[in-house]
């Protein structure tokens, strides 16, 4: 299986500042160039074993318009868990009033965030 993304079909509604309903039908698509890129330096920070691509995987992008921006430039969508297998606290889920984040995602997003602006600026 490649390692590039699945389609994730984003449909849900927005409100706009005239309080229309508009509703939002697009697919998330990363773009392939973008994708290996950030693969690339994920893979430095916390190696290809811990990266998941498959679909079958991924859930939660039926809220997310990060689909509209990807219409008029390159990008990639990332999802950082927040979870640790060694801390049940950080099992529930994101609204849940339990919810605790372990705190070494942060600094994992936050390096996968730097390191791929920082080599976007390079080119």
Do not use: C, W
């Not at 490649?2 to 229309?20: A, C, I, R, T, Y």
């Not at 801390?87 to 705190?103: C, G, Q, Y």
């Amino acid at each position: 299986m490649s390692k590039h993304s699945q389609v994730s079909k984003v449909n849900h509604p927005q409100l706009p500042e005239n309080g229309s309903k508009e509703l939002y039908d697009k697919y998330l698509i990363n773009d392939n160039t973008a994708f290996d890129e950030v693969y690339d330096i994920a893979e430095e920070i916390v190696g290809a074993e811990n990266i998941v691509t498959d679909k079958a995987f991924i859930v939660g992008f039926g809220s997310d318009d990060f689909a509209e921006y990807l219409r008029d430039t390159k990008g990639v969508y990332v999802h950082v868990g927040t979870s640790n297998l060694s801390n049940p606290k950080t099992r529930n889920p994101l609204h849940s009033s339990k919810f605790v984040v372990d705190e070494q995602a942060l600094l994992i997003a936050t390096s996968l965030h730097i390191q791929y602006a920082l080599s976007v600026l390079k080119s």
